[in-house]
């Protein structure tokens, strides 16, 4: 069983930044893939950042430039680093995580974390 906790949402002004924080709990080096994905009101869930067990990092169109992941790989913690907000970007934020196979490939999520950008 695998715990995600989100941090460091907020409401921050057009053109500003947040970081956003995501700790799970396991194992060192039983996670595969972290992500982060956002969901605004009324509408599905959407990818935003994934980043791969050897650092390979994909981006939404409408965030590259301004977003960028990385991740700590001893503390199991995925970093969601946000510049220059756009009202558009408001959102729940979710991290989420999946393990090995020889962990049995289970994906996790987290509870999310509000971020909402004023104009």
């Known amino acids: 069983q695998v715990q995600l906790v989100e941090s460091g949402g907020g409401l921050v002004q057009a053109g500003g930044s947040l970081r956003l924080s995501c700790a799970a709990s396991?194992?060192?080096?039983?996670?595969?893939?972290m992500g982060w994905y956002r969901q605004a009101p009324g509408k599905q869930r959407e990818l935003v950042a994934t980043?791969?067990?050897?650092?390979?990092?994909n981006y939404a169109d409408s965030v590259k430039g301004r977003f960028t992941i990385s991740r700590d790989y001893v503390k199991n913690t995925v970093y969601l680093q946000m510049n220059s907000l756009k009202p558009e970007d408001t959102a729940v934020y979710y991290c989420?995580?999946?393990?090995?196979?020889?962990?049995?490939?289970?994906?996790?999520w987290g509870q999310g974390t509000q971020v909402t950008i004023s104009s």
């Open positions: 989420n995580a999946d393990l090995f196979p020889s962990r049995g490939s289970t994906v996790y």
């Open positions: 396991a194992r060192i080096w039983s996670i595969n893939n």
């Open positions: 980043i791969t067990s050897g650092g390979s990092t």
